[in-house]
């Protein structure tokens, strides 16, 4: 098994540039979550799916979307990049949304937006 | 004023030492996690807990759900202890969803 997967893994995209970051986990997860880690702060959250079909804003959403194609992949999009929005991205997954579920966590993506 | 707060940020031991990293909580949480950020930064996750002690290996994490404090402890650390650990609380006033600390950069040195 793989676990869960990111794509790309280091972007530089320029100012008002889109992309999109594909995430696919192959454990039968049914949540996924997209999370921005920055220097000095701790991880934070972007969006995330509890379920097939069904996404939420997390604390930090300004900026981008999420698609939940399937059970197995959870896509975050920039739709216009900003220099804010330089961070390492990272995707994970959780059996369920729930206190004691452990959330696997993808290998990361380092996007800097010039 | 962050939710979930780490001391040390930075610490830096000798191989062998007994280590220690303390995290506090400001919110309400369900349970709490500790979590290992490897130097090529992949995560995993070491321990979830609500309530006492967990033992995996040479790691140990106790909480105390009263004080609003959890601590890890690394015994007979080793370099390849090194890396970024995480505390993270499952915050009930943020929908359960968790709360993360800003790391504690662990150096062992041989």
């Known amino acids: 098994n793989a676990g869960v997967t990111q794509t790309p893994k280091f972007q530089v995209l320029k100012t008002g540039q889109s992309m999109t970051l594909q995430c696919a986990q192959d454990m039968n997860h049914n949540s996924m979550y997209w999370y921005r880690q920055d220097p000095g702060m701790g991880l934070r959250l972007i969006y995330y799916?509890?379920?097939?079909?069904?996404?939420d804003k997390g604390e930090v959403p300004n900026g981008y979307n999420v698609s939940r194609l399937n059970k197995r992949e959870f896509s975050l999009r920039l739709e216009s990049a900003a220099p804010s929005q330089t961070s390492v991205y990272f995707c994970?997954?959780?059996?369920?949304?729930?206190?004691?579920?452990?959330?696997?966590f993808g290998p990361g993506t380092r996007l800097t937006v010039l | 004023k962050n939710e979930v707060e780490q001391s040390p940020q930075n610490l830096t031991a000798q191989e062998g030492e007994f280590i220690t990293i303390n995290c506090s909580y400001s919110?309400?949480?369900?349970?709490l996690h500790w979590l290992q950020q490897h130097p090529g930064g992949g995560i995993v996750s070491l321990f979830m807990l609500s309530s006492g002690k967990k033992k995996h290996g040479r790691l140990i994490a106790t909480i105390n759900i009263q004080e609003k404090h959890s601590s890890l402890h690394i015994t007979a650390s080793h370099p390849r202890d090194s890396a970024v650990y995480i505390c993270a609380g499952r915050s009930m006033e943020y929908g359960n969803k968790l709360v993360f600390g800003a790391g504690t950069i662990l150096r062992v040195k041989s």
């Open positions: 799916s509890a379920s097939e079909g069904t996404t």
């Open positions: 994970a997954s959780s059996a369920r949304d729930r206190a004691y579920n452990e959330q696997f």
């Open positions: 919110v309400g949480i369900s349970a």
